[in-house]
């Protein structure tokens, strides 16, 4: 996975909890999301970084992944807290036409994405 993926999938773990409301990242890592789950992670950003092209040249790709997944979720904080002005608008609104996404525990006990 390139950097803004890695990123985004780290991102997702520590943002989100198991049904008991443990953070995943204390208990899962990227090898335990399921295959199909990781691939339209992956896809996702993939299209997220054509769509936004130039508009990700003055963020680092870590920070990018990172604010791709807390953007898209709502969460407290994303590219329209970094201080970017129409930048972060603009990421922003594209970040959330991808609408929010959640991880989940399958009875597998692999990670999925909802």
Known sequence: MDNFTTAYVEC???SSTDDEGNPMDDRFD???IAPEALATMAADCADFRLDCGPLLDTVSDAQAGHDFWLTRNGHG???WDRGLGELGDKLT???KAYGSCDM????D???YVA
């Open 93 to 95: 609104a594209a970040a």
């Open 109 to 111: 006990g692999k990670v």
């Open 104 to 107: 989940c525990v399958g009875d």
């Open 12 to 14: 997702a773990l520590w």
């Open 77 to 79: 904080a994303g590219f």
């Open 30 to 32: 990227v090898i335990d």
